[in-house]
């Protein structure tokens, strides 16, 4: 979660227009969705794979473990689709093989498209955009709140196990397990407790209830949105002719 808001801040296309990617992600979304076939799957994933590493100059390797965790739990969700349950018991049915294969595919190219986004575009340079579109500003600070909450779980986290550590609570698979159990019985009420000194410390600082982050606008890039208007285009006919 770390790496994503660090390579979200520091990528080459930090600067670009929300528009401009939002565009890309969510026009691909909706055509992988629309137009269901695996050339289009493909194709949307390699769109949005190339765009984030070569484009963007995302880690390849932190794109790449990002798809295989969710490749790994759409796996989980479509294989149980060759199976078949009765009264006889459980059989597979390998006739649904390309049913599986095809909604694997389409969901991960889905996947890919929110990842880039994700990979590309801080949450605050999201909200700002969802704000420009009219979306309620009390809707958008319980986002960002939320989600700074995550980091503070995050944070609780790795400062108890490593107090764990230092006090030998990982010393043998026995007390691993133990030191597991307390961490994840104390980790809420430790996380809430920061997230109440944090509420304390911005209402000392004269907090009213609304965070403001400072952004600088960027201008959309015509050459740029005209080239993702192109791409889409292009996969839309793909899609039509193999539909």
Not at 182 to 193: E, G, I, P, Q, T
Request: aromatic share 4%.
């Amino acid at each position: 979660m770390l790496s994503i808001d660090k390579v979200a801040h520091l990528n080459r296309w930090r600067s670009r227009s929300v528009t401009e990617k939002a565009t890309l992600a969510l026009g691909m979304m909706i055509i992988t969705i629309s137009l269901p076939s695996l050339p289009v799957a493909l194709v949307v994933m390699g769109v949005m794979t190339g765009a984030a590493i070569l484009g963007a100059r995302v880690p390849a390797k932190l794109w790449l473990a990002c798809t295989m965790g969710t490749l790994g739990f759409l796996l989980t969700g479509t294989l149980s689709l060759m199976l078949h349950v009765d009264v006889g018991g459980i059989r597979l049915m390998p006739e649904e093989w390309p049913t599986v294969v095809r909604l694997t595919l389409q969901a991960l190219a889905g996947f890919t498209c929110l990842q880039f986004l994700a990979l590309t575009t801080p949450t605050t340079d999201l909200l700002s955009g969802l704000r420009r579109l009219g979306i309620p500003s009390e809707i958008l600070e319980v986002a960002l709140l939320i989600y700074r909450f995550l980091f503070l779980l995050v944070e609780t986290a790795a400062a108890m196990h490593a107090a764990q550590a230092a006090r030998l609570g990982h010393d043998g698979m026995r007390r691993r397990i133990q030191s597991l159990g307390s961490l994840v019985a104390n980790l809420l009420a430790r996380a809430l407790d920061r997230a109440q000194r944090l509420e304390t410390g911005l209402a000392a600082r004269g907090w009213n209830g609304a965070i403001t982050v400072v952004r600088r606008p960027t201008p959309v890039s015509v050459s740029g949105l005209s080239l993702i208007l192109m791409t889409e285009a292009v996969t839309a006919a793909l899609g039509l002719w193999y539909r």
